[in-house]
């Protein structure tokens, strides 16, 4: 790769640190969270705080949009990846002002995970907060469904009103009703030209044949609504804008705003190609462009291509965008300095309490079984493998998805072997040492589902002297409800749950011939329950967008927790005593 980076491990904390530099007069990095950005004028006493987040490749979005009037504090995720629960909890903490946060984030699986769990992490602490979920990006569903939608550069337009109505005094109720209403009245279509490579990957997530564009394609590389020829720039300008028009069934006469941003690589001097085109046709339909804004706002790191969004004008909305605000990816008019920002909440207290003693659980054992202390090595057997498969997992990631589901395993698994080296813990304690770091350093979707997966496992397995069948049984299932607590897939919907599900009913269903049988099942199982999600349709997750285009690929999560389960089989049939 012809790349700027050190370690493509550390490409976002270093991104984010280089950001925090240059911008120190509109900026700062949070005290407690390095994944966490906030204004220079937040929190204001009094004042609605705004918070946002998302993956981190899409820069100015989201980092650029912290500043005066805009976004008091971001969350900062992973690239392509959700902020952790505990980065968007941070940011809300940081900008509560004391009467309440306006959350402002996009619809992808992770950040409405993420975001939930966030919203019960600092329920003690009495903030009252409320969301907007974007859902602008039109070929992602149809208007039928449009809760299914994406969010995308319409996000911008969402944290410039929400951010304004807060600047002016707004109540949370009325600050997430200006936001909704912003987010109502956008409409999004992206088209793309050559794909983009995740620095950890090395090779494009995605692929674009020379001379075709794909329309409708998602900001990571997310397939499209169709590919075919390219275009020249009005024939590409014009489609754009009756996808867009023809969802947004606008009357003659209004005003509009105008996004244009390019993808990462388009050449700025093309995008005003596109807009000229795209205004001078909005004029011919008595469509009048009150402001127009053309250049990098939301991009996708390399990919080529751009994103027009259009947002329909009214009275309050027009005044809303044409209020103040300054941010290093926006700048509008003056801002005048703001008055007590940046004071301290007392009642935001550290939270981190540490691991409570576990009792000795009274248990019998009986049969074949394994030691609980002294077996936290099997955690690091079970790194191995996910780092191992780190480029295959990311592989079959990108075909249908956004192509980071190995490289994020593969950083929280490593992190953990890391942290475990040389130390005899108890196979408690390195699980949950693993699963405190999927759920407070990965994010994304599959951060908090193994994490909970793995919690699980930690709270069945603490206080037993050894597993047995019985064991085993009860970690598994308790693994199961963990997974299920954090997610609504079923059987069937192309998610870890097609391998997970069987895998656990295998064991439970072969225990009467013996432990190590029962676990040579569940692996045999899990492998089958990985193959039928190749057939399968997705149905939830960013993948569940592409309808039938999803089939013929096996899903990442499925995977992985096939290697997962096959690899803690065979370790425990290995040091069955």
């Known amino acids: 790769m012809q790349r700027f980076i050190n370690n493509p491990d550390d490409i976002v904390d270093e991104t984010v640190a280089g950001f925090v530099r240059a911008h120190r007069n509109l900026v700062r990095l949070s005290p407690d969270n390095p994944r966490v950005v906030i204004s220079t004028a937040a929190p204001q006493p009094g004042r609605v705080g705004i918070v946002t987040g998302g993956g981190s490749g899409h820069e100015p979005a989201f980092i650029g949009y912290t500043g005066h009037n805009l976004v008091d504090a971001v969350a900062v995720g992973e690239l392509f990846s959700s902020p952790t629960a505990k980065s968007f909890a941070d940011a809300i903490r940081a900008a509560d002002g ?87 009245a956008c409409r999004s279509v992206g088209v793309g030209l050559a794909p983009c490579t995740l620095p950890a990957v090395g090779h494009a997530n995605f692929a674009i044949d020379a001379g075709m564009m794909e329309v409708g394609i998602g900001h990571h590389g997310e397939p499209g609504a169709r590919v075919e020829p390219l275009k020249t720039a009005d024939e590409v300008a014009d489609d754009m804008l009756q996808i867009v028009l023809e969802d947004h069934d606008l009357p003659a006469g209004v005003e509009v705003a105008v996004l244009l941003s390019g993808l990462g690589a388009t050449p700025v001097n093309e995008l005003y190609v596109l807009y000229d085109r795209i205004e001078s046709q909005l004029d011919a339909k008595g469509v009048h462009v009150h402001k127009a804004f053309v250049g990098n706002y939301f991009t996708s790191l390399e990919m080529v291509g751009a994103t027009l969004t259009v947002l329909a004008l009214d009275a309050e909305l027009k005044a809303l965008l044409d209020h103040p605000a300054e941010a290093p990816g926006m700048t509008n008019g003056h801002v005048a300095p703001s008055a007590n920002a940046g004071a301290a909440h007392s009642r935001h207290a550290n939270t981190d309490h540490g691991q409570e003693s576990v009792a000795t659980k009274n248990v019998a054992i009986a049969g074949p079984s394994v030691s609980v202390a002294g077996t936290g090595a099997i955690v690091r057997e079970l790194a191995e493998v996910i780092i191992a498969n780190k480029a295959h997992l990311s592989e079959i990631d990108g075909l249908i998805g956004d192509g980071d589901h190995g490289i994020n395993m593969s950083k929280g698994f490593g992190r953990t072997a890391q942290r475990i080296a040389e130390r005899d813990l108890s196979l408690d304690q390195a699980l949950r040492i693993l699963s405190d770091i999927l759920m407070g350093e990965i994010g994304g979707s599959m951060g908090p589902l193994y994490g909970f997966m793995f919690a699980g496992m930690a709270q069945e397995v603490a206080g037993r002297p050894a597993i047995d069948a019985a064991g085993f049984s009860a970690m598994m299932n308790a693994a199961l409800a963990g997974v299920r607590r954090t997610g609504s897939a079923k059987v069937g919907d192309k998610t870890l749950i097609d391998c997970l599900v069987p895998a656990v009913a295998a064991f439970d269903a072969a225990r009467d011939a013996g432990f190590a049988a029962a676990l040579e099942e569940m692996s045999e199982a899990a492998v089958k329950g990985r193959d039928s999600t190749v057939d399968l349709v997705a149905k939830v997750g960013r993948a569940s967008r592409l309808g039938e285009r999803s089939r013929g690929v096996p899903d990442a999560g499925a995977t992985s927790c096939c290697l997962i389960l096959t690899t803690l089989a065979a370790s425990f049939r290995k040091r069955l005593a």
């Open 98 to 184: 004391g009467v309440g946060v306006a959350v402002l984030y996009g619809n992808y699986a992770g950040d409405n995970m993420n975001v939930r769990m966030a919203k019960e992490m600092v329920a003690p602490d009495g903030i009252e907060i409320a969301t907007v979920v974007a859902n602008d990006d039109v070929c992602s569903a149809p208007a039928s469904e449009r809760e299914k939608r994406r969010g995308v550069a319409g996000e911008i337009f969402m944290w410039k009103i929400g951010g304004a109505k807060a600047a002016q005094g707004g109540s949370l109720s009325e600050v997430v009703a200006a936001a909704q209403k912003a987010v109502d």
